[in-house]
């Protein structure tokens, strides 16, 4: 939840990265047994007000969740949120990483954004110590970093402003005065050069993230950016072991051209390590997810198709046609957020009809070959056409078309008769937070009229008594509706607006099954 007050509590959103979901399909793919979500054991360090870990909490009642954070104002925030939502699995401590002790190999997943790169050298070092003793032995760690030498771009700006802005004062004069000195800096001149074309774009990325987010990456004391390799090598000397980034897709050369594959490849040969340094230098990134674990895993660098078998497959493309033709040898297209992709496979096509019928949620390997089969009408889909099927699925895990889980997600493809939300999702509404957390683990934006049809939505109403109460809450003021400029309650409007909401809630997965 963000919280905003003049304290500017750290803004606390779900990351989907971090969820045992992802970081148990990961473990998978790379040799490792990790622990199912339902029934895991995950540790977040530095849980600000708990806007990652009680979702997965609400998610997962039957695992344990355990959260710290040093500072008691976020924290008492958080444990009021987890009162609210009425979250019995999870523990939340006021504590300092440096302090900080469980049994050994107490975890299966430990998470840590957006602390490592922000606190000092010995806690840093504590991080370390604490991810390698309390990690179980095939257990995944996420830990996230600011990145040389992208950061000595974005660390200019950070410069200027601890320069500029004076310690003294509270978050809101502070950030009052950062953005005042920003706007100095975006003033046009008559120099048109690279240079000024750099801090116009970098400043119109500032003015678009959160005051939480200027306080907390460029007016903070610590901010500690350092190279990729570096990094790796102080994990490998606590006996932790780098496996990829949680952005999969991003430690592939080959999504940069032939050319930058093959010049990072001459340089790097094979070393993992030595790969992702150079396509950090090649594009001047400036932060990373790791995914980690012990050195004495047994961890698998070759990633094979034939693990998808146990994992639950999702994707976000959509057929380009109304009804795309199946046939083998026709291309057709498939379009997502991350742009548009052909094939002319046959199995490939139908499995990927099949994933967007599905969508939000997924298919385990096993139903959707299945599906896939009866699609093309085979009565087998065994041996090399599976294989292939999984080969295909595992080259667009690799571009970022298909998303992997280690379990099923409950999210509803289509709105119930009384339809019902993530309960997580309906405590935010009820509290009026701006966003919600969908079952995908994503935060999506909610309007009044959202709110109010969410927070009620716990399968005793139908859309008619849900279109009722937002009648009702407009006639209040609560929820403002206009037609031709004026206010409207005109119930069959209403009820329209609530059939596409309805559709909307099922399309980002707030509803569940």
């Not at 032939?258 to 400036?286: H, I, K, M, T």
């Not at 993530?422 to 969908?438: E, M, N």
């Amino acid at each position: 939840m963000a919280v905003a007050n003049e304290d500017y509590f750290y803004e606390a959103l779900p990351f989907a990265e971090t969820h045992p979901d992802h970081l148990g399909a990961i473990g998978v793919l790379f040799g490792l047994r990790p622990a199912p979500p339902a029934r895991c054991r995950v540790l977040e360090i530095g849980t600000a007000t708990g806007g990652n870990v009680l979702p997965m909490a609400a998610a997962f009642p039957e695992s344990r969740f355990v959260a710290l954070d040093r500072a008691e104002d976020s924290l008492a925030v958080a444990r009021k949120h987890a009162e609210g939502a009425r979250l019995r699995n999870v523990a939340l401590h006021l504590a300092d990483i440096r302090e900080f002790e469980d049994e050994p190999n107490a975890f299966d997943y430990i998470v840590c954004h957006g602390v490592y790169s922000w606190v000092p050298d010995d806690a840093r070092e504590a991080i370390r110590r604490v991810v390698r003793r309390h990690l179980a032995p095939h257990g995944l760690a996420y830990i996230s970093f600011n990145t040389l030498p992208g950061w000595h771009l974005r660390g200019a700006i950070r410069d200027m402003l601890r320069r500029e802005v004076p310690a003294e004062g509270s978050a809101a004069e502070r950030v009052e005065k950062a953005r005042a000195f920003l706007r100095f800096l975006g003033t046009e001149t008559l120099r048109s050069d690279p240079t000024r074309a750099w801090l116009a774009s970098e400043l119109e990325t500032i003015a678009e993230l959160s005051d939480h987010y200027l306080l907390g990456e460029h007016l903070v004391t610590y901010n500690h950016a350092e190279y990729f390799a570096d990094f790796a090598r102080d994990m490998k000397d606590a006996g932790l072991a780098f496996v990829t980034d949680a952005q999969v897709p991003l430690v592939f050369p080959e999504r940069l051209g032939p050319a930058a594959a093959e010049a990072v490849r001459a340089r790097a040969g094979n070393d993992l390590v030595a790969v992702q340094q150079s396509l950090d230098l090649l594009e001047l990134r400036c932060f990373r997810r790791a995914i980690l674990c012990r050195d004495d895993a047994p961890l698998s660098p070759r990633v094979s198709a034939d693990r998808l078998s146990s994992l639950v497959l999702a994707s976000p493309l959509s057929p380009g046609a109304m009804a795309p033709d199946l046939a083998e040898g026709v291309e057709e297209t498939f379009v997502g957020p991350g742009g548009a992709i052909g094939t002319d496979q046959a199995t490939l096509k139908a499995a990927l009809v099949t994933l967007a019928a599905y969508a939000p949620g997924g298919l385990s390997f096993d139903a959707l070959a299945w599906e896939t089969g009866e699609k093309l009408g085979l009565a087998a889909f065994e041996g090399e056409a599976r294989a292939r099927l999984a080969r295909n699925l595992l080259g667009l895990y690799t571009k970022g078309a298909i998303r992997l889980w280690a379990s099923a997600k409950p999210a509803a493809r289509a709105p119930d008769e009384r339809p019902r939300a993530f309960p997580f999702a309906r405590y935010q509404a009820s509290i009026g937070s701006p966003f919600c957390t969908t079952l995908l683990h994503e935060g999506v934006q909610v309007d009044s009229f959202d709110r109010v049809v969410l927070a009620r939505m716990d399968g005793t109403r139908d859309a008619a008594a849900l279109t009722e109460a937002a009648l009702d809450e407009a006639r209040r003021g609560v929820v403002s509706v206009e037609m031709n400029g004026a206010p409207c309650v005109d119930g069959d409007v209403f009820a329209e607006i609530m059939e596409q909401k309805l559709l909307r809630f099922a399309r980002m997965g707030l509803l569940m099954e």
